[in-house]
């Protein structure tokens, strides 16, 4: 499975927008990135997912770069409710698909 | 709403009890279902990988004959975690995968937190 490496950790303020990176360097064409999000004492959640454009939903945006090593996840206006650790997730087509899960960026918001 | 059902939500019992989880997709027929498990301050491992009506692909390291796993229905898969010790508490996490579509993601059930005394 590609590996994704992201920060530990980062910290952000309420109402303010938020950028996740995500590196992926070894990423092949066809692999999906993937992107949820795991809340204290929950399973995780789907967030957004991406091939090669940018995409956009209710949650947040994807943004990928040109060359799909890397993509940043991006939340508009945080609020208290978005504190949570965020996986990114390369995901091939073939096969099971499964998730592999990485140690995630643990996002705290200050109020 | 929720599209995986996961049950219990939380076990206690004896060492040595067997314990069974239950994994239920509501909206979509799963063909392949995940379990994982997740320790203190750590990140999902995936455990192994349910598909329906064959046998479970397990990962390297997980003990198929502690952690059995039936996936009977399409909509249905269960682990069971066999004489539990208290090594085994963690909270067990499965997910479920709509096939329609290339690329589509999991949803994951709430968990359930098992503490084996």
């Known amino acids: 499975d590609a590996k994704t490496t992201q920060p530990n950790s980062m910290e952000s303020n309420e109402e303010e927008p938020v950028h996740l990176p995500c590196n992926h360097s070894t990423i092949s064409g066809t692999d999906y990135i993937h992107w949820y999000r795991q809340l204290p004492s929950q399973g995780p959640e789907y967030v957004i997912h991406g091939l090669t454009s940018n995409v956009n939903n209710r949650m947040a945006s994807l943004a990928i770069a040109e060359d799909r090593k890397s993509s940043t996840l991006i939340l508009h206006r945080a609020t208290l409710r978005d504190a949570a650790v965020y996986y990114c997730i390369l995901r091939g087509i073939q096969g099971a698909q499964k998730l592999v899960f990485g140690q995630g960026t643990r996002l705290t918001i200050n109020p | 709403g929720a599209v995986v059902s996961q049950h219990p939500s939380r076990v206690i019992c004896k060492s040595g009890t067997s314990v069974k989880i239950e994994c239920r997709s509501l909206?979509?027929?799963?063909?392949?279902m995940f379990w994982y498990r997740q320790f203190p301050k750590q990140s999902l491992m995936l455990m192994a990988t349910s598909n329906e009506g064959s046998k479970a692909t397990y990962e390297q390291g997980v003990e198929k004959d502690k952690f059995l796993i039936n996936h009977a229905s399409l909509t249905l898969s269960t682990l069971t975690v066999t004489s539990a010790h208290p090594e085994d508490s963690s909270f067990y996490i499965c997910?479920?995968?709509?096939?329609?579509?290339?690329?589509?993601?999991?949803?994951f059930g709430d968990g359930t937190r098992l503490s084996i005394l």
């Open positions: 997910s479920a995968r709509d096939p329609q579509g290339r690329g589509q993601p999991q949803h």
């Open positions: 909206d979509f027929q799963a063909t392949t």
